[in-house]
Structure formats: structure tokens, C-alpha cells
């Protein structure tokens, strides 16, 4: 990916140096998408913000994360200092085992789905904005019962900053830009052909997340 994109670049072929993913979801009846160079403006629900890359040497595209939250309330698992990382070859949410197990005893998602209604928003504080999750994300709910989409790295406990990878449920809710001049992500909330709860794109992103001055979709440079 990152030789093909800079092959483009360098033959001037891009408008800009980086590449955009938005994630299909089963309504949307079409095929997830990477575009390159320009962003797609009808994918983009708000404007999007750009973090810098909290390292540039582990070989993923990371950024710094504050928390983890649920309904906004935190859990304060990164106090230790935490990453989180964007894993578009990845179906599920993963990080460190006692990371994820503490959150999913605070979440509490019954295999039976007896409970699936009250289940909270799963959040995630980056750059000072809250990127939350609805239950239809984060959670798999089958005939069989409600399964979260959290796993487990091989990452053990340590005093180092812990990393997060946030795969399809984060990229489905969110569109992921990757910027390969000002070494930075970006992050703007994701349009669907219709959201889970009937809400409008503008009334899902209002309520999802945690920065009310993000409003109508811009290009931000």
C-alpha cells in the first residue's frame, strides 16, 4: 500500500499524498471503498479532524488515546499512557488481556442478549473528541446470541503505553484518512445509506460524538 500510494505520488498522479477507507455496512447494498488522493465528500458526515502519529517507527498508523469510555463515563485504562491503532485487515477491536477484560466486565453483554438494550455506547477519546460506538457496532448479534466484538492481543501487561487496533467496527462508524506528507490521521464520521436507529447521519453524528462543534462535512488542510 504505502509503495503503490507513494509510486502515484511521486508520478503526480494524486491531488494530495494520502489515502481515505469508509467501510460498507450490509444496508449500504455496495463495496467498502479506498480512495486516493481527494477525499470523497459524500462519504464525510462531519468535518474531519486530524491527529498526528503518536510514533512513526512501529509500522502502524497510530495516534494517542486518552481513554476508553462508556456512555462518556471513563474507565481510566490508559493511565499508563495507551495508542490506538487503525487495522482495516481486522473484524474486531483488539488490545492488551487485561485491558479488554476489565472493559468487557464493565460492559456485561449477556450471551442471551437479555441486556442488549441497555447497552452503552463504547467510546473512544482521541485528540480531546469522544469516537463512540453503538451496541449495533461493537456488538455481533446472531441467532446463537450477542457476541462483542473485543479480542485479546499477546500483549502482556507492562509499564509501556498500551495499544489498541481498531478494526471494522471503528472503520465501519468512522472513515480513516492516512496522510503520508504530514505523517497524521484523520477522522470524520461515516455515511451510510440508513443508520440502525432511523436517525439522520447529522442526528447520528451529533449524538456519537463527543465535540459538538464538528458539524457539516469540510475538507480541513
Known amino acids: 500500500m504505502h509503495n503503490f500510494l507513494g509510486n502515484l505520488a511521486d508520478a503526480n498522479q494524486l491531488d494530495k ?5 469508509w467501510f460498507a455496512t450490509e444496508d449500504d447494498k455496495e463495496d467498502s471503498e479506498i480512495s486516493f488522493g481527494a477525499l ?3 462519504r464525510l458526515g462531519s468535518e474531519v479532524a486530524w491527529l498526528p502519529l503518536s510514533s512513526t517507527t512501529s509500522g502502524l498508523w497510530q495516534v494517542e488515546m486518552s481513554d476508553v469510555t462508556l456512555n462518556l463515563v471513563h474507565l481510566d485504562v490508559c493511565k499508563k499512557g495507551c495508542h490506538a491503532a487503525f487495522d482495516t485487515g481486522s473484524g474486531m477491536i483488539s488490545g492488551p488481556k487485561h485491558l479488554v477484560e476489565a472493559i468487557s ?3 456485561n453483554v449477556a450471551t442471551d442478549c437479555s441486556n442488549y438494550d441497555e447497552l452503552p455506547a463504547l467510546g473512544f477519546e482521541l485528540g480531546g473528541v469522544t469516537y463512540n460506538l453503538d451496541k449495533y457496532e461493537y456488538v455481533k448479534r446472531t441467532s446463537e446470541g450477542c457476541f462483542p466484538q473485543l479480542q485479546s492481543t499477546d500483549e502482556a501487561e507492562t ?3 498500551s495499544t489498541f487496533l481498531l478494526g471494522a467496527p471503528f472503520l465501519t ?3 480513516t484518512i492516512y496522510d503520508r506528507v504530514f505523517l497524521r490521521m484523520g477522522l470524520a464520521f461515516a455515511v451510510h ?5 432511523g436517525e439522520s447521519t447529522e442526528g447520528a453524528m451529533k449524538r456519537l460524538m463527543g465535540r459538538p462543534s464538528l458539524g457539516a462535512p469540510a475538507e480541513s488542510d
Do not use: G, H, M, W
Open 173 to 175: 462508524r468512522y472513515v
Open 105 to 107: 466486565q464493565e460492559l
Open 17 to 21: 499524498d494520502r489515502f481515505a477507507v
Open 159 to 161: 509499564s509501556e503505553a
Open 193 to 197: 445509506q440508513k443508520e440502525p436507529t
Open 40 to 42: 470523497p465528500p459524500n
